[in-house]
């Protein structure tokens, strides 16, 4: 609504310049007034040139292109190198602790575990007995990241 407000006031200005610049329109004559004449003449002119000046810069903004909001989603062949969060587990071994993805929680979760690199494969001991599962820090050299979901 403020735009057609702004364009009738634009409009409104035209007409005012066009008027002007009609009525001092007059035949030649000496003196002050050919400087009066001159100058409101000019004036039209400035107006004028501000008017159509204020209408190309409608257009630009009108035809300015609107990108979303929302980030696109990951392709799914970029999808197979990020590992479910839930599975990252922190193990006590005898040197302190690993991080590993667990075995079964990645069967339930990751549906390319058979396309994970073998040699991260591990087979940790602890308190709790043997664990399978693959190491964290292998799998990232390897180009896996962690899911931040």
Request: with cysteine.
């Given at each position: 609504?403020?735009l057609?407000?702004?364009?009738?006031?634009?409009?409104?200005?035209?007409?005012?310049?066009i008027a002007?610049?009609?009525?001092?329109?007059?035949?030649?004559?000496?003196?002050?007034?050919?400087?009066?004449?001159?100058?409101?003449a000019l004036l039209?002119?400035?107006?004028?040139?501000?008017?159509?000046?204020?209408?190309?810069k409608?257009?630009?903004?009108?035809?300015?292109?609107?990108?979303?909001?929302?980030?696109?989603?990951?392709?799914?062949?970029?999808?197979?190198?990020?590992l479910?969060?839930?599975?990252l587990?922190?193990v006590?071994?005898?040197?302190?602790?690993?991080?590993?993805?667990?075995?079964?929680?990645?069967?339930?979760?990751y549906?390319?575990?058979?396309?994970?690199p073998?040699?991260?494969?591990?087979?940790?001991?602890?308190n709790?007995?043997w664990?399978?599962?693959?190491?964290?820090?292998?799998?990232?050299?390897?180009?896996?990241?962690?899911?931040?979901?």
């Amino acid at each position: 609504m403020t735009l057609r407000v702004h364009r009738q006031f634009i409009g409104l200005v035209a007409a005012v310049a066009i008027a002007i610049t009609g009525f001092t329109a007059a035949p030649a004559r000496a003196g002050d007034d050919e400087v009066g004449a001159a100058i409101a003449a000019l004036l039209g002119l400035a107006i004028v040139g501000a008017v159509i000046h204020d209408k190309k810069k409608d257009k630009k903004k009108r035809h300015s292109v609107h990108r979303p909001v929302h980030p696109k989603p990951i392709p799914k062949r970029v999808n197979r190198k990020l590992l479910p969060q839930q599975c990252l587990r922190s193990v006590p071994t005898d040197r302190g602790y690993r991080q590993i993805f667990g075995q079964r929680c990645l069967n339930n979760h990751y549906r390319h575990v058979n396309s994970l690199p073998h040699a991260c494969h591990r087979d940790v001991y602890t308190n709790r007995g043997w664990r399978r599962g693959f190491s964290a820090r292998c799998l990232n050299r390897h180009g896996y990241q962690l899911a931040r979901r």
